[in-house]
């Protein structure tokens, strides 16, 4: 197609939401993550799977400004995470694997202290705090030190904390992670209408089904390296993910013969 003053340009694709470039980290001799490359397109519920020890903790920890990479270059909407890290840090809402809050606070302080150190107008904070807690049906235990919250009711919260600055891009590790199914079912719901509003949620689990379930891409992380990305379809494969997983990792072995292994009647 061309127009009035010349051949039109092509279309640019839009830019990640969040990309990675040859990422590296190392503990002494133990290379943790070794030149790792993933885009994840924006708007997607995309998923990072791999074994313990995979790298994929520490990926998403330099993805998102916690850990500072030994080399390569992450970039959240364009904005390069570590050479400007105050113009990164709002695009960004982050649940870590073992996120310690400030448990003498009660919820609802919780949320409003995020969003202060967020630089949110107060009643901005309140007013989304409300929303947030009516949203995860934390509403009742507003006077409730976050201390005696049980694991499902904290990750209720943290997440809560990672929202209420309206972040473009949600990366979550483990959320799941002991929470039990009536927790679980909330916080889905918030992540599926945020992915629809527009936003992009980046999720690290170890559940395959759950992956399989909420994600629309996928990526398997091992050694560090991403050995298979894409949409769930692409990498699936034709097979369930556990199955295409267990596969590219190389986890299929013979069963180990536990001869001893028997119930006795003696």
Known sequence: ???????????????????????????GRTVAVAGLDLDIPAGSFY?????????????????????????????VHG???????????????????????????TGPELISYAGLLRGMPRGVIEARRDDLLRALDLTPAGATLVADYSAGMTKKIALACALVHAPRVLVLDEPFE???????????RILQGFVA?????????????????????????????V????????VRAGQDLEQRFVGLIGGEQADP???????SSD
């Open 197 to 225: 509003a527009g936003g992009t949620v980046v999720l690290s689990s170890h559940v395959m089904a759950l992956v399989e379930r909420m994600c629309d891409h996928v990526a398997v992380v091992a050694g560090g390296r």
């Open 47 to 75: 998923g990072v799977v791999g074994p313990n020890g995979a790298g994929k903790t520490t990926t998403l920890s330099m993805a998102t400004g916690l850990l500072v990479p030994d080399a390569g270059t992450v970039h």
């Open 1 to 27: 197609m061309t127009s009035p003053d010349g051949p039109a340009e092509p279309a640019r694709a839009p830019s990640p939401a969040l990309s990675m470039r040859g990422l590296v980290k190392r503990y």
């Open 178 to 188: 002991a929470v039990d199914p009536v927790s679980a079912t909330a916080i889905r």
């Open 79 to 105: 904005v390069d995470v570590w050479r400007h890290p105050t113009a990164a840090a709002p695009l960004l809402g982050v649940l870590p694997d073992g996120l310690r809050v400030f448990d003498r606070l």
């Open 257 to 263: 013969e536990l001869t001893w292994l028997r119930p």
């Open 227 to 234: 050995l298979a990305a894409g949409t769930l379809d692409a």
